[in-house]
């Protein structure tokens, strides 16, 4: 008996190969058959697809303080749809701030949010720098675009509060009137 290579040993411990075998494959070789499916069906699934990929969310980014409310809109990834705020509304300043402002601007998002195709927003309320509430604002904005139909998905305050950090102006007794 001749001597036998490695590979050939190693060919004859593992043994050859089985053809792969198609899981498909009728004896006939026929395509499986095919489910019909009505015209109307086809249509409703189309329907449900368009109107879910046409609804969409945004963030509303809402600062209020006492002299003041912005509103930022942006969609999910960050990007602006519309800004406005109470000295765009309102030429006096001491009504920057009031609740019916905030109406007004609610409005004015509503007009421009509709025409994208957005129903629901995620709403993150900002106040002053150590406040322990937000202005006057907040509430309505939210409150009137519930009216208008727009789902909130989640309120979140994003106020920031200082942890530790530079000392406070006042001095040591802190302002006295």
Known sequence: MPKKKPEEKAMEEVGEPEPIQEENSDENN????????SEETREEDHSAKATVSKESEAVINIYT?????LV?????????????????????????????IAMFIAKRITEEVKDLGIKSFY?????????PAPGPGAHSIIKSLTRDGFKIINILDTTRMPRGGPKQKGGRRGRRP
């Open 65 to 69: 303080s006492f002299n003041n409310t």
């Open 72 to 100: 930022h809109v942006t969609d999910m990834s960050g990007r602006t749809i519309s800004k406005i705020t109470g000295g765009m509304i309102t030429k006096h300043d001491r009504l920057k701030a009031n609740p019916t």
């Open 30 to 37: 026929e395509p499986p058959e095919e489910t019909e499916i």
């Open 123 to 131: 709403v993150r309320i900002r106040a002053k720098t150590r406040n």
